[in-house]
């Protein structure tokens, strides 16, 4: 499946990470909100709370908060650069629970 932007990240890939590896949202229990700056961004939350887990569009309350540009994201999916990088160099900015930051590459694919 090509992931070109974020909305198939959110619409397509995560969801489809979800649906084969359920046990992931059980695994992490949290709600990551993302958002997403730049072309095609935007905001989604990644509800893991719920059984098999779910992604929504939108805003709304989350355990952990991703602020990051869709091109910096679409290198992390890509593996053009790596996740931790882009937290230390401000490319990818937590807020809430970093614990739940470090469990970021189960649901992206790190």
Not at 44 to 57: E, F, N, P
Request: aromatic share 4%.
């Amino acid at each position: 499946m090509a992931v070109e932007s974020p909305k198939d990240v959110f619409e397509s890939m995560i969801p489809g990470r979800l649906e084969k590896k359920p046990e992931l949202a059980g695994n992490i229990n949290a709600k990551y909100k993302f958002a997403v700056a730049g072309d095609a961004g935007g905001t989604w939350i990644v509800d893991l709370t719920t059984d098999g887990g779910c992604v929504t569009a939108g805003d709304g309350e989350a355990d952990c908060n991703i602020d990051i540009e869709a091109e910096d994201l679409m290198a992390i999916i890509s593996g053009e650069l790596n996740g931790q990088m882009a937290f230390m160099t401000g490319k990818l900015k937590v807020t809430g629970d970093m614990m739940l930051a470090m469990k970021l590459g189960e649901i992206l694919g790190g």
